[in-house]
């Protein structure tokens, strides 16, 4: 059964979410704000979440970003903002979708199937919980290609999903080896030059990145960062 976490404070509008999905056989569960969305992945390892912006512990800060530091499942943002601004950022920042409210309830299960159906993700790594940790291959024997017609990573054998962002992002890079991309490039490179996408948005997505391709994220061997310039991908 896919399971949906539902992250919003509003009591009346959540519990209407909760009801509608119920009654279409989804499992549900909603928290009103988003540390108790995260303490839920745990708990409860959606295969969708679904976020209001406006919650009473993330003023100032983008919700989609925070949530995007701890998990890759898919994101669909539900919002009464519908500023084209806001809806860009959102997506700059994590999420795979993005729906206004007032929205019908038979759109948001047609979004819900289409993100799931693009992202191909499961449960946040429930069926690994219990398992041995995997030995991770020597650097050296790291592989990575690309699957253009279907928008995918292979890394050493391994399929990836991304977002949009992420696959732009690495396309550039990995087809252009050794060369030294700034923030703005990249940025230009994801929504054209009159994007709202700023800088930090571009370092999220390349720290995502690193978590799905590199063996240590936390020494890249493939997208190296280029001190006070920008990022270089380092094909091997």
């Given amino acids: 059964m896919t399971k949906v976490l539902i992250i919003e404070d509003d009591n009346i509008f959540g519990d209407m979410l909760s009801l509608y999905l119920t009654e279409e056989q989804y499992e549900v569960t909603r928290v009103p704000s988003a540390g108790e969305g995260i303490r839920s992945l ?5 295969n969708v979440i679904l976020l209001d912006l406006m919650l009473p512990d993330t003023e100032g800060i983008n919700a989609c970003a925070l949530l995007r530091e701890y ?4 994101i669909i943002v539900t919002s009464a903002e519908t ?4 809806r860009i950022q959102s ?6 979708d993005y729906l206004c409210k007032p929205f019908s309830m038979q759109e948001l299960k047609a979004r819900i199937e289409a993100v799931l159906r693009r992202t191909s993700s499961l449960s946040f790594a429930a069926h690994t919980a219990n398992a041995a940790p995997a030995v991770p291959p020597a650097a050296d024997d790291w592989v990575l290609t690309l699957d253009m017609a279907r928008r995918l990573l292979i890394c050493n054998g391994q399929e990836i999903e991304t ?17 030294v991309f700034s923030r703005e ?12 996408i700023n800088e930090r948005a571009i370092d999220v997505h390349i720290t995502n990145l690193r978590k799905k391709i590199e063996n ?8 190296k960062t280029v001190w006070g310039v920008g990022y270089k991908f380092v094909k091997k």
């Fill in 91 to 96: 997506l700059s920042e994590g999420a795979d």
């Fill in 185 to 196: 490039e990249l940025i230009n490179a994801i929504r054209g030059i009159d994007s709202y």
């Fill in 83 to 86: 500023k084209v601004s806001e």
């Fill in 71 to 74: 998990t890759n499942i898919p």
């Fill in 42 to 46: 745990t708990d409860f390892p959606p």
């Fill in 216 to 223: 240590n994220p936390k020494e890249p061997q493939y997208i």
């Fill in 163 to 179: 977002t949009y962002s992420e696959f732009e992002i690495m396309k550039l890079l990995y087809h252009n080896p050794a060369k």
